[in-house]
């Protein structure tokens, strides 16, 4: 249930969006508006008409006011028919797996331009220059910046930025220049375009486009330099772009261009990046700032997000500096804290608004090139868009080559041949060079010419460089990466690893990334974190990782016991879904990983389909599966304790829980962290502790009669193991016994009522809950049952299908 | 020499011989008076042979959690020759950069078996510094020692999260190596082929790598 409102709410913030996006277009646009409404007023107004000639004085029974909602509606339209036309390609997974989206998107968009044309209709004024400089971009660029992997981008932070401004930089002016040597040439008649406006033109194709490359990237999972660098280049690229469009366009508009106006434009460059990137930092640290104080409000926290970000964004475009850094750098400081401080719920909605709206706007600006092709007459100039066609291709390669070897020497893992082609090959050109070109001011007299042009060079790029990209780095076999590391050895080793890496650094006093990263940590720890984050809790990531993974074991605990309890009659209708995926799990039981895998994910399972790019690359230091972690335990957490009040044997199913071998040592932090989230009264209903109440409810019910007290026996045995155990302190024995008592093996190796006694006196948060309960033996009546049954607890992923059976 | 790219510990060696032949003594004067923190624990040490206490006193190592693993790692015999024992009192400058010779990134064009080695020698490092007595497996109370280090800087994290997290690593470890296990099995500690195998995933030579040849001498002698 609560997802069903979740997606509502979603949908509500989509609509919202919408309207807020048509508003805009009708504020922002308005004298175009008007222009295009009046040519479909025409159309209308007979209907619109029709009552108030018939009788002016009555109230008419029925009106259409066509030209009140008309922009609104359109882009309404318009955007649904793209999110169709999305919904459409995934119906069929396999064509997105060899055809990238953007294709299929220009081609339906082409199909549709075709439908209009022939009715003769003109597409809507929906690509207006504020409108997508207002607020197109600012989406599109906040999805990418918000959703940048933090830490392996910082490790290529120089290389990133090299190419992203050294790169578009010898992009724009190497093609802008070759162009205009072309334009000397008298066959092509295209003397009369100067050097600005080809220079202006050079850098709208020069923006690259990540979305299709990423995606493929992805999938082949490409090793994570090239992928990051890529990602990076794209974002950072297309600030450049946008700085060098503003300033050409400027230019361009200049008749006489002197000496001085030069060097003023190379000083406003950095001007404007720079102080881009301050204003984003500002805002960034406002934004987690604020989100300390959200705790009690927890349904605005998306929406602080979102205003921050484009706050920066308005604001910087206020003053003219780069509206695109500072978005980004806000979503990239803000992220990490921001995360932290807000609740689960408002975490998904952030990441899923973002992403939606980003892909939403992308979408819309490649569909609607689709339609433009068609629809708008062209200047077709052959020698000019060849020219620009190929200059785009040579320079790309050329700048790939010539800039690696510059930067290699500075890389600790150098680019080889393999990289550099593939770097170079993913020059895709996108949605943000069409929405410039489209967006150029009419006193730009080759206006038709760049648009054509660019048209031709992103259908080019998208369709055949998209196309062949996947199965030419499959046959070139550049080197992968396994981003899946989710095992806690291979987490201490890279902490292990990186502090050796530090501390050697620190030896020979040599600066490198790990040094910096590491005083970074320092400070942030220190400071950063104190301010920022309401309850500031330094955790390391191997901590994090191995909560998750006991977690995940928990889960399957309990998965296993709605197995359990789906076959016996006592629940019918609400488990049918997890019935369903118990039986399917007995039907597949070679296949363990997986299902562990399904099952132990299947809460964000959602995201993981829609943020393809994003979310697969979680980072074992990435906040997300720490957030995920802590807000699902909270939920588990707080299912337990609900589950205690609703029925006196819900105490059970806590204590059983409590008891279990992998929760029983649990760390005293983890527990404090949950009371947290439990103070709040509002913490998350979410589909976690509503999936888990039932089965617990009713397996208290049920196993109440199954077990009768006899439970006396067991204890003593298990408690014998204890104190071998305690001999045999030194040697590692992988029974589970030893470890559930690992933590409390001194006190309680009486009993295992002790035990989780002892736990939960630790935990200030639920020590009530376990005052309510008197020492029952039906309490941990399950407990041995379970012990006799399993005997690793982390072992348990390979082991419990065949448990399966003995429990039933 | 900045492109130059050693493959082996060896031509590493070597090369850095070349260069600091190159290097004059006053310009060597310059580096150590401006920059005490470069090669800190050798100048500490006045040129004499470096020993432990004076890893100590290098003011930057004092943060780190793992200081102590990192700093006996210098003076692991292990690190020096193949079946070395024991560990020694001091160290010259060769021994000193034999260990960084672990920290070499590997070259542009390497062969897989030349990958392979890389990744031994790497991870036989990092082994070697869990391994503390040297008996070739890392038992579960090396381990447990190396992950409380690891979290010492954590803070309100206590000794029992450490203990939880080594044994849930090492019983991760007996079900990668050994698979199924009866109960009264006994997991004695991670061997070295063990220790290559749960940590396959882990693409260690391109991450365990100090770039040492990027400084521009002159630059820094300035």
């Known amino acids: 249930m609560p997802y069903v409102f979740y997606l509502r709410a979603i949908h509500f913030l989509m609509l919202c969006e919408i309207l807020s996006l048509g508003y805009g277009a009708n504020v922002g ?103 997508f400089f207002l607020y197109m971009l600012p989406l599109i ?13 910082f490790e290529n932070f120089g290389t990133v930025l090299w190419f992203a401004v050294v790169g578009t930089l010898w992009n724009s002016i190497g093609i802008g220049i070759s162009l205009f040597a072309i334009c000397q040439i008298e066959a092509f008649g295209v003397q009369d375009i100067n050097l600005q406006e080809n220079l202006l033109f050079a850098s709208i194709i020069s923006a690259v486009e990540p979305v299709a490359v990423l995606t493929v990237f ?110 980004v750098t806000c979503a990239l400081t803000m992220k990490y804290y921001v995360e932290e401080n807000v609740s689960q719920r408002s975490c998904t909605t952030i990441r899923h608004v973002i992403k939606m709206v980003g892909s939403v706007s992308e979408t819309l600006i490649f569909f609607f090139l689709g339609v433009v092709t068609i629809t708008t007459d062209h200047e077709w ?63 730009i007299g080759p206006k038709k010419l760049f648009i054509t042009g660019t048209i031709v060079i992103i259908i080019f790029t998208v369709f055949i460089q998209g196309i062949t990209i996947r ?34 650094e620190d030896l020979c006093g040599q600066w490198s990334h790990y040094y910096w990263k590491d005083k970074f940590m320092k400070f942030n720890n220190r400071f950063i974190r104190k301010i920022l984050i309401r309850d500031n809790r330094p955790e390391s990531s ?71 790019y994003t979310n697969k690359h979680s980072l074992p230091n990435d906040v997300t599966a720490k957030e995920i972690l802590i807000r699902r335990h909270t939920s588990l957490r707080r299912s337990l304790r609900a589950g205690s009040f609703h029925s006196p044997h819900g105490n059970k199913a806590s204590q059983k829980f409590l008891s279990l071998p992998v929760n029983s040592r649990l760390p005293p932090g983890r527990f404090s962290h949950a009371g947290d989230g439990d103070n709040e009264p509002e913490m998350n209903l ?95 009546v399950q407990d041995p049952q379970n012990n006799s049954d399993m005997q690793h607890p982390l072992l348990r992923r390979s082991q419990w299908p065949p448990q399966k059976p003995q429990d039933e | 020499m900045r492109y130059a790219r050693p493959n082996n510990a060896e031509e590493l060696k070597a090369t850095i011989r070349a260069t600091w032949a190159l290097i004059t003594p006053e310009q060597c004067h310059r580096l150590i008076d401006s920059m005490p923190r470069r090669i800190a624990a050798v100048i500490q040490a006045k040129g004499a042979p470096t020993k432990r206490d004076d890893f100590n006193k290098v003011q930057d190592l004092k943060d780190n959690p793992i200081r102590s693993q990192i700093v006996e790692a210098f003076f692991d015999r292990r690190n020096f020759q193949k079946d070395g024992v024991g560990s020694m009192e001091e160290i010259g400058f060769e021994e000193f950069l034999t260990v960084m010779s672990y920290f070499r990134a590997p070259a542009l ?18 082994f070697n510094m869990h391994d503390t007595d040297n008996d070739g497996t890392i038992t579960l109370e090396e381990y447990r020692h190396v992950v409380e280090e690891l979290l010492s800087r954590s803070g309100s994290l206590g000794k029992e999260t450490a203990k939880g997290i080594a044994d849930a690593a090492m019983l991760e470890v007996a079900s990668i190596s050994v698979g199924h296990m009866a109960p009264d099995e006994f997991y004695e500690g991670i061997t070295f082929e063990d220790f290559l195998k749960i940590l396959k995933e882990l693409e260690i030579e391109t991450r365990m790598n100090i770039r040492f040849l990027n400084m521009d001498t002159t630059v820094l002698c300035k």
């Not at chain 1, 609400?574 to 299902?595: G, I």
Request: glycine fraction near 6%; include cysteine.
């Open chain 1, 29 to 131: 646009m308005l004298p175009k508006a008007t222009g295009t409404s009046s040519s479909n007023l025409p159309q209308w107004s007979p209907k619109g008409d029709a009552h108030p000639d018939s009788g002016a004085s009555t109230l008419p029974l029925f009106t259409l006011n066509y030209p009140r909602v008309q922009i609104p509606l359109e882009i309404t339209l318009w955007v649904l028919l793209a999110s169709f036309a999305k919904i459409g390609f995934h119906v069929y997974h396999k064509i997105t797996v060899w055809v990238p989206e953007s294709c299929l998107l220009i081609s339906i968009g082409l199909i549709v331009g075709g439908i209009m044309h022939s009715v003769h209709e003109e597409p809507p004024a929906v690509l207006t220059s504020n409108m």
């Open chain 1, 141 to 153: 660029v906040l999805d990418s910046g918000y959703f940048m992997p933090t830490r392996p981008f």
């Open chain 1, 218 to 327: 992805e999938d082949i999972s490409i090793h994570e330099q090239l992928y990051i660098v890529v990602f990076g280049e794209c974002l950072f690229n297309d600030a450049v772009t946008v700085v060098l469009y503003n300033l050409f366009n400027h230019v361009a508009e200049l008749h006489v261009v002197e000496a001085g106006d030069v060097f003023l434009g190379i000083a406003r460059f950095f001007v404007v990046g720079l102080g881009g990137m301050l204003f984003g930092l500002l805002f960034g640290f406002v934004a987690a700032f604020t989100t300390r104080f959200t705790g009690k409000v927890r349904e605005i926290e998306p929406l602080i997000i979102f205003l921050y970000s484009y706050l920066a964004y308005l604001i910087a475009e206020l003053v003219a500096i780069s509206s695109i850094m500072a978005i």
């Open chain 1, 381 to 443: 100039n052959w020698g000019y868009i060849l020219f620009s066609l190929l200059f785009t291709l040579l320079w790309r390669g050329l700048g790939i080559l010539v800039l690696t070897q510059i930067i290699n020497p500075f890389r600790t893992i150098p680019f080889n041949f393999k990289d550099q082609f593939g770097l170079a090959f993913c020059g895709l050109r996108g949605a943000v060079s069409f929405a410039l070109a489209y967006t150029l001011p009419d006193s």
């Open chain 1, 471 to 504: 199965p030419l780095l499959k046959l070139m076999n550049v080197r992968k990466t396994n981003r899946n590391l989710e095992t806690i050895n291979v987490e201490i080793h890279k902490r292990l690893m990186e502090h050796t890496v530090a501390g050697i």
């Open chain 1, 542 to 612: 191997i901590v994090a990782l191995y909560k998750k993974l006991e977690l995940q074991n928990t889960m399957e605990i309990l998965d296993s016991m709605t197995g359990d309890i789906s076959a016996t009659p006592s629940l019918i209708s609400l488990h049918e879904e997890r019935k369903n995926a118990s039986k399917s799990r007995k039907v597949l039981p070679s296949d363990v990983r997986n299902m562990h895998e399904l099952l132990s994910k299947n809460m964000y399972k959602i995201r993981q389909r829609t943020v393809s």
């Open chain 1, 686 to 780: 979410s589909s976690v502790s509503s999936m888990f109440r039932h089965p617990q409810r009713s397996s208290s019910r049920t196993t109440i009669p199954l077990r009768p007290l006899g439970s006396l026996k067991v204890v003593s045995s298990s408690v014998k193991v204890v104190d071998e155990e305690n001999e045999k302190q030194r040697g590692y024995r992988s029974s589970h016994l030893r470890s559930s008592f690992t933590s409390s093996a001194q006190q309680s190796s009486r009993s295992l009522y002790g035990s989780t006694r002892n736990i939960s006196d630790e935990d200030g948060g639920s020590e009530h809950e376990e005052q309510e309960s008197p020492p029952d033996p039906h309490a941990w």
């Open chain 2, 109 to 126: 064009h390497t062969t897989e078996e030349q990958r392979e080695e890389i990744r031994r020698a790497k991870l036989r490092f990092l």
